[in-house]
């Protein structure tokens, strides 16, 4: 029976940055619409908290029962290790993404936004089918544009909008801000995993682009916030290119993949590009409600 602290270690705590930045960059966009509400960015919260956590427990057990986990070079993994039962993490995982189902009606019903019911539907469907049902997206190459769409694009969005039943560009730029930095972090992990991947039968995006084209992504991907920050400065107010200052988080992750790092060398990368990207989040919208 798996412990506490390997439950904890289960949920992959190192991507809660990736649930955290958007509420927070969305909380920026929202009070500079005058729209904060401090109880509506709470409930966004949790659902944003309770969907990750809901998604590493769903991919743990999917990955699981297929045995693509039996080799692992990053995180614990609970069911390939032997260390939890399939069903104890599925219900983990039907648990976590249940809450964020109810979380997020509790917040729609508030709102008044009941369209806002077909997102949230979305968001659950593409959390379980990431790495779960018969031909699940991640292992077919789509996985990083599901988690730009829905840890980016959605969750920036869906926050500022629930408060202020409106978006603005400065919320669309901070979207695709982190709807990038969250992908770098999921294409970080799959450069990692490029060599058991290939040896799985998983077709990620890494495998498909391989370990030169992956790593050049990354970097493309990690350099797109930073060149927001400078045109949310020019166009906007120049206290927000404040964001640039996460860049210094970047530092020691971009060595990493520049120099060829591999296997548990990429492992500190996944945790250094989700604190560069929740720094960013909280530097930009600090800028943002001082406007």
Excluded at 91 to 110: D, E, M, N, P, Q
Excluded at 217 to 237: C, T
Aim: charged fraction near 15%; charge should be positive; glycine fraction near 12%.
């Amino acid at each position: 029976m798996a412990t506490l602290t390997e439950w904890i270690e289960g949920a992959r705590p190192r991507t809660l940055p990736n649930a955290v930045a958007p509420v927070v960059a969305g909380i920026g966009a929202a009070t500079a619409l005058d729209a904060f509400s401090w109880w509506r960015s709470l409930l966004a919260l949790g659902v944003s908290l309770a969907l990750i956590i809901g998604v590493n427990y769903a991919n743990d057990y999917s990955d699981g029962i297929r045995g693509t986990d039996t080799e692992r070079v990053g995180p614990l993994r609970l069911v390939g290790s032997g260390t939890a039962k399939p069903k104890a993490v599925l219900a983990a995982a039907l648990t976590s993404l249940a809450l964020a189902g109810v979380l997020g009606l509790v917040l729609v019903a508030a709102s008044g936004y009941w369209w806002l019911l077909a997102v949230g539907a979305a968001c659950l469907l593409g959390a379980w089918f990431y790495t779960g049902g018969r031909r699940p997206y991640g292992y077919h190459g789509f996985g990083e544009v599901a988690v730009f769409v829905f840890f980016g694009l959605a969750a920036v969005l869906g926050t500022v909008y629930i408060q202020a039943g409106r978006i603005s560009w400065e919320a669309l730029a901070c979207a695709v801000a982190i709807g990038c930095f969250s992908t770098a972090v999921l294409t970080a992990n799959n450069l990692r995993d490029i060599p058991t991947d290939v040896t799985s039968g998983k077709r990620t995006l890494a495998v498909r682009l391989g370990d030169e084209g992956t790593r050049r992504f990354y970097l493309v991907l990690v350099a797109v916030p930073f060149v927001l920050s400078f045109a949310l400065g020019l166009a906007v107010d120049p206290r927000l290119v404040i964001g640039v200052l996460a860049g210094a988080l970047l530092i020691r992750p971009v060595r990493a993949i520049r120099s060829g790092a591999t296997g548990p060398g990429l492992i500190p990368a996944l945790k250094d590009t989700g604190l560069a990207m929740l720094a960013w989040a909280v530097l930009t919208a600090l800028a943002l409600v001082l406007l």
